[in-house]
């Protein structure tokens, strides 16, 4: 019996922000650190890597600037901000352009804020009592942080009650454990520093973060034809 959780009615198409596109490439990309001048290498890479969404996140130094230029930039990513704690915050990132919020916790101002201007929303919980909350109020999925302290098991356990509720993830997802997290029914994954790295971007490394990008997405895509396939004929008639 699937669930009937109450929750703020949302568009399938958010401000920017497809959600339909998002499932069918299911990966975001958390940028955090990068400066003006390593930007453009950056996004080049991830975009021919694979990626198509993107977050900067706000404690990233002068990180509305960023979010702005990506935006002008490349204008077929869909960049969002990330580490988003306030309303005022959000409100600060929709005006430079993000098409979508993320961050590590549930703010019921940032909730009300993005549900009102049909903006995506990712907060993130861990507990099953802060992914239902964050879900209930409008949340385009649940960002599961961090990840890696859990397991793909714990996700697992999760969609047993939780089965209509999107899980995304994050924290210690690669390669060799990608498989593993979306057999246990997330919805999405996300990379970050562990190829995004200060580093590495800073030294303008941008053909190693392709490359690793690619290997990210090519596991993604190699298991998630597989889970689709099955998907479609569990409910064929």
Request: one cysteine or more.
């Amino acid at each position: 019996m699937t669930n009937s959780l109450q929750r703020p009615t949302s568009k399938s198409f958010m401000a920017g922000f497809n959600i339909a596109f998002f499932e069918k490439e299911p990966v975001l990309g958390i940028i955090r650190g990068v400066d003006e001048n390593s930007l453009p290498g950056v996004l080049h890479a991830a975009y021919s890597g694979g990626l198509r969404f993107l977050e900067i996140t706000l404690n990233t130094p002068d990180a509305l600037l960023l979010i702005k230029k990506a935006v002008l930039l490349f204008p077929d990513f869909c960049i969002g901000a990330g580490t988003v704690l306030s309303r005022e915050s959000a409100q600060q990132a929709m005006d430079v352009g993000a098409q979508f919020i993320v961050a590590p916790n549930l703010n019921e101002q940032v909730a009300g804020f993005c549900v009102k201007r049909s903006m995506a929303y990712f907060p993130g919980a861990l507990t099953p009592t802060e992914i239902e909350k964050a879900w209930s109020m409008g949340a385009t999925m649940v960002k599961v942080f961090p990840a890696s302290q859990m397991g793909p098991d714990y996700i697992k356990l999760l969609k047993g009650p939780f089965d209509q509720i999107k899980l995304m993830p994050v924290g210690g997802i690669g390669p060799n454990n990608i498989p593993d997290y979306f057999t246990a029914g997330a919805s999405a994954v996300a990379l970050g520093g562990s190829i995004f790295s200060a580093n590495r971007m800073a030294n303008r490394e941008f053909s190693t973060i392709q490359k690793e990008i690619a290997e990210f997405m090519v596991a993604v895509n190699k298991i998630y034809s597989k889970i689709s396939v099955v998907d479609i004929a569990n409910h064929s008639i």
